[in-house]
């Protein structure tokens, strides 16, 4: 399965968006502003919704190669099962929308 996206891991610079009003979620590479991805910025005093933002920026491409696997495993060796007809559709369309596939 191919990508377009930045190849994972990515991580995640906590604290160094805006001059410390949040956080940016980087690949591998270390090049310093060409790693950044995303920026994160803080929009709860309490930090904790823009963290969780954060880490599921962060997660993503992990999340999405999972996904991808786990829809090929129920289609291989589930595929009459109810799991496949009722899961498969929405974890397909999650895919798409991950991938930017708007077919």
């Keep these: 399965m ?6 994972a891991p990515w991580r995640i610079e ?3 968006a ?3 009003d949040g956080h940016h979620v980087c ?6 502003p060409f790693s950044i ?10 930090e904790g919704e823009t963290k969780a933002n954060a880490a ?13 696997h786990a829809v090929a495993i129920i289609k291989d ?9 009722l899961r498969v559709p929405a974890m397909e369309s999650a895919i ?3 991938t930017g596939d708007q077919k």
């Design 2 to 7: 191919s990508t377009k996206h930045t190849p």
């Design 14 to 16: 906590w604290g160094m």
């Design 18 to 20: 805006q001059g410390g």
């Design 27 to 32: 690949d591998a590479s270390d090049m310093g």
């Design 37 to 46: 991805i995303a920026s994160v910025h803080f929009h709860d005093e309490a």
């Design 56 to 68: 599921l920026i962060a997660a993503a491409p992990e999340l999405l190669e999972l996904l991808q």
């Design 77 to 85: 060796e589930y595929p009459k099962t109810q799991l496949a007809e």
């Design 96 to 98: 798409r929308k991950a």
